[in-house]
């Protein structure tokens, strides 16, 4: 049996996996959440502190967007069968011009305060698009508005340091991803008209690839 701990992105929470299903006599997922850090925690501090949640050997780690980031820092902690990160970056240079320009400039710090108050913005953020006629929707997925979380969140996301990405981690992006273009992105397994949610929106093609991708050498 391959234990599978899913990471959701920024402010999301594990209901952006609700469609994710594999075959139950080789596959248990684990549906792991994100905890309030603490004062200017760093992330590899996070990280380590949520390896907790991971009880199983040998398990596979797969994170999402921000969760794609924690996932490669929980990483280096662990031991696992497979590291898998969705829509997300393997190193600060696939971060996109604007975030790294946020980071020289200092701009992140400006911006939680918008996230909190405004969840189309926040929808924009973490997702990639407006909320338009879906704001039921984004109010189901992206539930950790905690002000102190997303300041944090926001910091470490656009800081990252991560130089040398881990050489046998497996990275799908898709090519309409708006917050981590694609252009950006180096040696992925690339998803056609993929979004930055695409999790949700081609599922389809996750529950028909992820148990090749997991249980291939």
Not at 34 to 38: A, E, G, H, N, T
Not at 126 to 138: H, M, P, Q, S
């Given at each position: 049996?391959?234990?599978?701990?899913?990471?959701?992105?920024?402010?999301?929470n594990p209901s952006i996996f609700e469609h994710i299903a594999l075959p139950k006599d080789r596959f248990e997922i684990h549906l792991l959440e994100?905890?309030?850090?603490?004062p200017k925690e760093a992330i590899a501090d996070y990280a380590k502190r949520m390896t907790a949640f991971i009880t199983h050997p040998d398990s596979v780690l797969l994170g999402v967007s921000f969760g794609g980031l924690l996932v490669q820092e929980m990483a280096k902690h662990i031991q696992l069968k497979k590291l898998i990160i969705v829509s997300s970056v393997k190193s600060k240079m696939e971060l996109p011009r604007?975030?790294?320009l946020s980071r020289k400039l200092k701009l992140y710090a400006l911006l939680p305060t918008r996230l909190i108050e405004d969840v189309d913005t926040l929808a924009k953020y973490?997702?990639?698009?407006?909320?338009?006629?879906?704001?039921?929707?984004?109010q189901k997925y992206l539930s950790m508005n905690d002000?102190?979380?997303m300041s944090w969140?926001?910091?470490?996301m656009v800081c990252w340091d991560q130089e040398v990405p881990d050489p046998n981690i497996i990275h799908i992006h898709g090519d309409a991803d708006r917050i981590f273009p694609i252009k950006y992105i180096k040696n992925c397994i690339t998803i056609p008209g993929g979004s930055h949610i695409m999790v949700i929106t081609k599922y389809k093609w996750f529950n028909e690839n992820l148990p090749r991708l997991i249980e291939n050498d």
């Open positions: 049996m391959t234990h599978l701990y899913l990471m959701p992105g920024m402010a999301a994100w905890q309030l850090p603490k604007r975030m790294k973490a997702f990639g698009e407006t909320v338009k006629e879906r704001v039921a929707l984004y002000r102190h979380y969140a926001v910091k470490e």
